[in-house]
C-alpha cells in the first residue's frame, strides 16, 4: 500500500533520514517513535507530499486514500460541528448544507429543481451523519453541541471534531500525530477500542506507552538517520532495542580493538623496510572498513533529585458538604472529599463529570457555592493546568524564569532539569513569549518541581512531554514526598504514580484505596480502561445518562482497606522475587566476568587461534547486561522500598 524506498533528507545541515526505508501494508497497525527533533513530523510531510525527499521515493498504491491528524492548529471556518464532523469532502458539506437549507423553508417537500436528496444518499448521506453523531457521542461531545458553530470550541475540541471527520471518512491510510494529547481517559478509551477494529492502515506518533501497547503491531524507530522497524507492541519494542543495543555496543567495541591492534602494527612498522608494506596494507584496510558508529545513549534514565517540599500534618485538605453548579446544571450537591499526607490520588470518570472542578475546588481558584475548604497544617498548595502558562513572566528567557525560585539551585542544576522537559542547549534563551502553549506549560511544570508545594495538584500534567520526560516526571513525582491530586489520560502515568483512585461521576465520589489495578480488579474494568463501575455507557457525560454509585459506608471502606492491604502485601512478595531474581542473575554474570579475566591472564588462551578474541566477546556482552540488570535492579528496589519492603 505504502512503500518508502531509500529516502535521504537533511534539514538545517542535518540528516534526518539516510537510505531508510518502509513498508505500510492495508491494515497494518505502526507507532512511529523517536526523541523530539528526530524526524517525525517530517516523515509525515514527506508522506503527505509536503516535503519533497533530497532522495529516494515514497509510493502509493494506486487510488489510496490517506486521511491526517495534526497534533495542533487544524483550521475551522463557519462550519457547525456535525458539518465539520461530515465534512469527507466540499461537496458532501455543499449538499448537506443545500438540503437542511431547503427542509427548512420547506418542510416534507421535495426539492423540484434538484434531486438533492438523491444525491445525498448516493454519497452515503444518512449513513454518514449517523456514524458521525456516533463517533461524536464517543470523543465526548453531547448532542447540544452538534449544531455549534465549531469556532466557538476551544482548541482541544476542534481536534476532536476534526478526528471525528477523519474517523467517518476511513481513509484507507490514517496518519495520527499525537491523537490523544486532547482526549480526556474515558474518550481515549473509547477511540482506542474503535480504532481496534478500524479497517484501514494506521501509522501514528504518540508519547502514551499503555496507548501505543494497545493498539500497534509494528513500532519504527528514527535513530542514527534510520527507520528501524520492531515487530510487536511498545513494551516488546523497548526489549529488542535493548538487546540491539548490547549487540551495537558489542560490535563497536570489538571493531575499535580490532583497529587499535592493527593500528598497533602499522605504528611499529611502517618504518620497517621489511614490514613497510604490510603496515601499509593494514592501513588501507582500516580506512576501507565500514566503521560502526559509536553508540549514543538517547534513553538514559535521569539521576538528579528535586527539592522536597516542607512536611505537612497528617490531614491535608478537607472538602465539607460542597455544592456547586454552573448556571442549570449541577455539578456537586453536598460532597465530601478528604486527603491525607502521602497520598497521591488520581480523579478518574467521564468528561464533564466534574474532576477538574474539584480540583479547581481544592485549589481554591474556583470557590463553592456553599460548603467549606479547610486545609491542613502547614499545608502550601501548588495549582497547574493547562493555562497554567498565563502566569509567567513573558519578557525574561526560559532560563531565567526557571531559576527565579526561593530554592537554592544552581545554574547547571536548572538546565539539567529543562533539558529533561525538552528545552535543550540555546533553546534556554528563547523568550516565554515566544514559546507555544504546551511549551509554556512545560516551563511552568518545571518551575513547580523546583519549588513543589505539599500539596500538588495538576490537570492532565503529561500532555505535550515526549517519553523520555514523561519517566523523567515520573521519577521526580516518586520522590516527592508531599501529597499529590492528579487528572490523567496517560494510563502508564496513573500506574507508576497513583495509590489511590477516585471515581467521579453524577455527582458522587467513590473511593478505591489502592493503586490503578486495584481499581481495575473492583470495577471490572480491563487493565488499560477507567473503567465504569455503573452500567452505564463510556460514553455518559456525568449528566445522569448512567445510573449513580452510592458511597462507601465505613464497613465497607474497612472491608476495602483490607483487601487493598493483600494487595499491597502481594505485591510486595512479588517484587521480593523478582530482585533477588536479579540480584542471583547479576552475581552470576560477576562471576562469570571475573572467570574470563583470569582465563585471558593464562598464556594458552592465546594459542588456540580465536580462544582470546571469544573470550573478550563474551566480556564485552556481559558488562552492558550488568549495566542493565543493575538498573533493573534499583528500580525494583526503589518501588519494594516504597511499599515497605
Not at 532539569?417 to 514559546?435: A, M, N, P
Request: net charge negative; proline share 4%.
Amino acid at each position: 500500500m505504502l512503500t518508502v524506498a531509500g529516502i535521504e533528507k537533511t534539514f538545517g545541515g542535518r540528516t534526518l533520514f539516510k537510505d531508510s526505508t518502509l513498508q505500510i501494508n492495508r491494515r497494518d497497525r505502526f507507532g512511529l517513535v523517536g526523541p523530539n527533533g528526530a524526524g517525525k513530523s517530517t516523515f509525515f510531510k514527506i508522506l503527505l507530499g509536503e516535503e519533497e525527499p533530497d532522495d529516494g521515493e515514497v509510493t502509493f498504491e494506486r487510488g489510496i486514500t490517506r486521511g491526517f491528524l495534526p497534533q495542533e492548529s487544524a483550521p475551522v471556518g463557519d462550519e457547525t460541528v456535525l458539518e465539520l464532523a461530515t465534512a469527507i469532502t466540499p461537496e458532501f458539506l455543499e449538499l448537506r448544507r443545500r438540503l437542511l437549507a431547503w427542509d427548512t423553508t420547506h418542510p416534507d417537500d421535495i426539492d423540484p429543481h434538484d434531486d438533492v436528496h438523491s444525491q445525498y444518499n448516493e454519497l452515503g448521506g444518512y449513513r454518514v451523519e449517523a456514524e458521525a453523531k456516533k463517533i461524536l457521542n464517543g470523543l465526548a461531545f453531547r448532542q447540544s453541541d452538534f449544531e455549534r458553530p465549531a469556532r466557538e470550541l476551544s482548541g482541544g475540541w476542534v481536534m476532536r471534531a476534526h478526528l471525528a471527520r477523519l474517523l467517518v471518512m476511513q481513509p484507507d491510510l490514517l496518519l495520527l500525530d499525537e491523537p490523544t494529547n486532547h482526549l480526556d481517559l474515558e474518550s481515549l478509551l473509547w477511540l482506542q477500542e474503535y480504532l481496534k477494529g478500524y479497517p484501514g492502515a494506521i501509522l501514528m506518533i504518540s508519547h502514551d506507552r499503555a496507548f501505543l501497547n494497545e493498539l500497534v503491531g509494528n513500532i519504527v524507530e528514527i535513530r542514527f538517520s534510520k527507520l528501524v522497524k520492531y515487530r510487536g507492541n511498545y513494551d516488546a519494542y523497548l526489549v529488542q532495542r535493548e538487546q540491539a543495543d548490547i549487540q551495537h555496543q558489542a560490535a563497536y567495541e570489538n571493531q575499535q580493538r580490532e583497529i587499535g591492534r592493527m593500528m598497533d602494527f602499522v605504528d611499529r612498522f611502517r618504518a620497517k623496510a621489511t614490514k613497510a608494506s604490510q603496515a601499509q596494507s593494514k592501513l588501507k584496510a582500516i580506512e576501507k572498513m565500514e566503521r560502526i558508529e559509536a553508540p549514543v545513549s538517547d534513553t538514559g534514565s535521569i539521576g538528579f533529585r528535586f527539592p522536597q517540599p516542607e512536611r505537612s500534618g497528617l490531614k491535608v485538605v478537607e472538602l465539607t458538604d460542597i455544592h456547586q453548579a454552573y448556571g442549570a446544571n449541577v455539578v456537586y450537591s453536598g460532597i465530601d472529599f478528604s486527603a491525607e499526607r502521602g497520598q497521591r490520588i488520581v480523579l478518574v470518570g467521564p468528561n464533564g463529570a466534574g474532576k477538574s472542578t474539584l480540583l479547581k475546588l481544592l485549589a481554591g481558584v474556583v470557590q463553592p457555592q456553599s460548603g467549606e475548604l479547610k486545609l491542613g497544617h502547614n499545608v502550601k498548595h501548588g495549582y497547574f493546568s493547562q493555562y497554567r502558562g498565563d502566569v509567567l513572566n513573558m519578557d525574561r528567557t526560559i532560563l531565567e524564569e526557571a531559576l527565579d525560585t526561593p530554592q537554592r539551585v544552581t545554574e547547571q542544576f536548572v538546565r539539567s532539569v529543562l533539558g529533561c522537559f525538552l528545552f535543550r542547549d540555546d533553546d534556554v534563551f528563547k523568550k516565554i513569549s515566544v514559546l507555544s502553549g504546551g511549551e509554556k506549560s512545560r516551563v511552568a511544570l518545571v518551575k513547580i518541581l523546583l519549588n513543589p508545594p505539599n500539596l500538588l495538584l495538576m490537570d492532565e500534567p503529561t500532555t505535550h512531554l515526549d517519553m523520555a520526560s514523561i519517566d523523567a516526571l515520573v521519577q521526580a513525582l516518586r520522590q516527592f514526598e508531599g501529597t499529590i491530586i492528579f487528572i490523567s489520560h496517560d494510563v502508564y502515568f496513573i500506574r507508576e504514580l497513583a495509590n489511590h483512585v477516585v471515581r467521579v461521576e453524577n455527582g458522587e465520589l467513590r473511593h478505591y484505596p489502592g493503586p490503578y489495578q486495584y481499581y481495575v480488579d473492583k470495577t471490572g474494568a480491563t487493565p488499560n480502561s477507567p473503567a465504569t463501575p455503573s452500567s452505564g455507557s463510556s460514553n455518559s457525560t456525568g449528566k445522569g445518562e448512567a445510573k449513580a454509585v452510592p458511597a462507601v459506608n465505613r464497613k465497607e471502606q474497612k472491608r476495602l482497606e483490607a483487601q487493598a492491604r493483600q494487595a499491597k502485601s502481594k505485591e510486595r512478595q512479588v517484587l521480593r522475587e523478582k530482585v533477588a531474581e536479579m540480584e542471583a542473575r547479576i552475581a552470576k554474570l560477576e562471576a562469570r566476568h571475573v572467570e574470563l579475566l583470569g582465563l585471558l591472564e593464562d598464556p594458552a588462551a592465546y594459542e588456540k587461534d580465536g580462544k582470546a578474541l571469544a573470550y573478550n566477546r563474551e566480556i564485552s556482552t556481559i558488562t552492558p547486561q550488568v549495566q542493565s540488570l543493575t538498573a533493573a535492579w534499583e528500580a525494583e528496589s526503589e518501588k519494594l522500598a516504597a511499599l515497605g519492603g
